[in-house]
């Protein structure tokens, strides 16, 4: 396995070499994370349909478990059990807008992931980074268990455990454990763990940082040990119901409404009721779970003996147990809700659940319609500093802030900003489908041809793929 | 999948019109005989290893439950369940040895499959021919149930179920059902089913025809119609035990020794004994059966309740049912030897069965050792007109002929050139290996990669693969 060890050695000193100015050394943080002998158990695969230009390219890479739908090119890099969906890609002649732009999209735009290391990471979405819409980059890049870089092209950053990067543009930056960030641009930042940071420039910025103490019972990760603390034991129990699913070739589907999708890598345990127009992703994790029409479990997702009324987004990485929520409730990227048996949560119609929020209730909670809901909430006590009403938010237009919480500029560009991505969101993911119209990934992702690859299985290069190269 | 329908016409159209002096039009045999939603339900796959230098490329291509393993390019073509092994071809630097030539191998030799289909064929080998050492191609080709293309470039030529050809170019041919073709180079000839046939130019020529009203009782195909007959129901009946093989990722490995190799696509079934240096391949099936030393089970080979005491060769597509084969016993291509449960088969040491033999007994037959046996035998009277002590046949100098069977030339050549040949081929997989040098297939084939890919699902090009590339 020399190659494997000197490749990633050489990715380590890459993201060092950019982090040298935050003083931030990756190896003690990586090392040992996944053992080599893991990197060369699991099988790749990749998907095909007609509906994503095809254009993959692994060259010199290790793969092991990942996942990939839609255009990318993977070089001299090590991407362990990670998803990278690029099936929002822009295509050639899209119109990019950007205030006081308008951009024309000059080829189909590719994922290009370079001299990085990547662990369990969500990559998805397209660039969002006007200067490269044609490249959605990661390179030199060490990113860690359930990290999401969403729309974000990074280099020479690492990502902590169960952090996400949304829409940004990130250069030479570290990101906490469990921080959220969605900024536009970023450049040698060294974010704290547990930061919920939204910023849209000139126009408003939303800041929250979690108590640390309370935080790492949830999510810890200190040098020389894995990422520790509740999240992880959450989905550390669950892993099993995984291996049937990914050690069958074919796998036998359970049926369901012709308009919705449940991907043959996810896990649909009992009592799951799907409706029209559902999508539900690769590594999502349904237990005892209704699902009303147009509803979506993203990848990583875990609903669980909980009711989602319809035209619900439970992003990637969310958590929602014992739990019923209304229409149209969106729950943010990797937030962890957990009601019990004998006291659910409730969440009203509307209501937009931050990001990385985290509800962990020991009595009944009921969340009303049309609020937004952010950071660490155990009772009902707590939402009095950890949620809004968005009439309320809609109507600030200045600074103010409520416990940990910062807010400035115009909430009105905020809710509406958030609306409208929701909105995009279910239309993307198919939820508006009727019959005719407004097709997307609950329809067009139903029907993927999987296609698996392997390292080589011994000598000096036991354990890195071979270049593929597949073209329509 | 109207790409894939175009593809087929195009195929046969070539192949028509490379046969149209004999006159012999392809269509009607292969009209429906793979009806086209079979060849978009299996995925193929193909094998990496460090011993086998890598250079796939697909195109424009249906490869549906094909496997590769070594040097390929495939387009145009349509591989239906076929098995393309190139892990003998020659390497650059090799020199070829022919008589009055020695011929370096300028560059690593490449199996190249154009305009072609395949059904459920065997490649295997290298190119004999010394006009083309580099490239074994199969082109304008057309070919049935369990043939064998074996080490012979294939050009314009149809190949009829159960058919071998070995160590021969072929240009513009028809190879009938069931028969075996070993002489070097031909060109426009339609050899009748049931014909075994080795010459080697101004060294022998052996001749058999079998009795077509017989072979039909075996093996039958006439337009319009699949293949039909014994063989055909004996592979189908077990066609269920492959299912389980081929629908899991990683199989769950029998153990065998450290110098055998069990392949992860053959069906063992209880009670087989695996010993030093065996090698089974893909599609091989075995039960009850005891393997010794350096015994091979090659692919689409069955062995069920039997004993092979060792250095046994059995070749693609050879069946041994109920029977007791001495050392060094050679069985050839597509052979069917079937003793019963009360009147066993046995087969002395040294002895060799000619490729496309037929036994068949409802009483106990003997084989003596070091006996050559041809054609179709069903009692020990029969041995009479259809097997020949090597010995005897080594002092032949001149014609002879044996029942159907006409000889001329020089026995001894003939004796020789198979002993050298069974030898080699014991070599060459691993048969000899004793612990440190003669490593062969059996030794080298233990650790494969499995890569599967599938073709578009859906749309105009549903059925056909994506160009794929795979280098080191």
Aim: charge should be neutral; glycine fraction near 6%.
């Amino acid at each position: 396995m020399k190659a494997l060890t000197e490749l990633f050695d050489r990715i380590v000193q890459r993201v060092n070499i950019n982090l040298r100015e935050l003083a931030f050394d990756v190896r003690p943080f990586v090392k040992d994370l996944v053992p080599f002998n893991q990197l060369v158990k699991f099988y790749a695969f990749y998907g095909i349909t007609p509906h994503h230009p095809l254009d993959f390219q692994f060259r010199h890479s290790n793969l092991a478990g990942s996942y990939f739908l839609g255009k990318c090119r993977t070089t001299n890099s090590i991407l362990y059990k990670s998803d990278i969906r690029g099936d929002e890609l822009k295509k050639k002649g899209d119109i990019f807008q950007y205030p006081g732009f308008e951009i024309p999209v000059s080829k189909d735009e590719g994922i290009r992931i370079e001299d990085s290391f990547l662990i369990k990471t969500l990559v998805h979405n397209y660039s969002h980074d006007p200067e490269t819409l044609e490249k959605f980059f990661i390179t030199n890049t060490v990113s860690t268990h359930y990290a999401n870089i969403h729309g974000s092209p990074t280099d020479g950053s690492y990502l902590g455990p169960f952090s996400t990067v949304d829409l940004t543009t990130m250069n030479d930056c570290v990101i906490g454990a469990f921080s959220y960030v969605q900024a536009s641009e970023i450049s040698h930042l060294n974010i704290e763990p547990g930061t919920v940071w939204v910023r849209s420039p000139n126009n408003f910025n939303f800041l929250y940082r979690y108590p640390l103490d309370k935080l790492s019972h949830y999510i810890h990760f200190a040098a020389g040990a894995p990422p520790q603390g509740l999240l992880m034991d959450f989905v550390e129990d669950r892993k099993e119901a995984f291996q049937r699913v990914f050690e069958k070739v074919n796998i036998e589907q359970v049926s369901v409404p012709k308009s919705a999708s449940l991907d043959r890598f996810a896990v649909l345990k009992p009592k799951t009721h799907i409706s029209d127009n559902v999508l539900v992703a690769q590594r999502a994790f349904l237990q005892n779970a209704w699902m009303g029409k147009g509803a979506n479990a993203q990848e990583n997702c875990y609903i669980i003996n909980a009711r989602l009324e319809g035209f619900n987004v439970t992003a990637h990485g969310a958590k929602i147990i014992e739990a019923d929520l209304g229409q149209n409730v969106f729950v943010g990227f990797n937030s962890f809700l957990r009601g019990r048996p004998d006291c659910r949560l409730t969440i009203g119609k509307d209501s937009i659940i931050m990001p990385h929020t985290i509800i962990d209730i020991k009595e009944p909670l009921k969340i009303p319609p049309d609020h937004l809901v952010w950071g660490l909430v155990t009772c009902a006590a707590d939402l009095e500093t950890h949620s809004i009403s968005l009439k309320a938010l809609s109507k600030i237009n200045d600074a103010f802030s409520l416990g940990s919480m910062f807010f400035e500029g115009s909430g009105n560009s905020f809710v509406t900003a958030f609306r409208d991505r929701i909105h995009h969101i279910l239309e993307a993911n198919g939820a508006l489908y009727d019959g005719m119209k407004n097709k997307g990934h609950a329809q067009k992702n139903q029907n993927i041809s999987f296609n698996t690859i392997q390292p080589y299985p011994e000598g000096e290069l036991k354990g890195v793929y071979p270049t593929i190269i597949i073209r329509p």
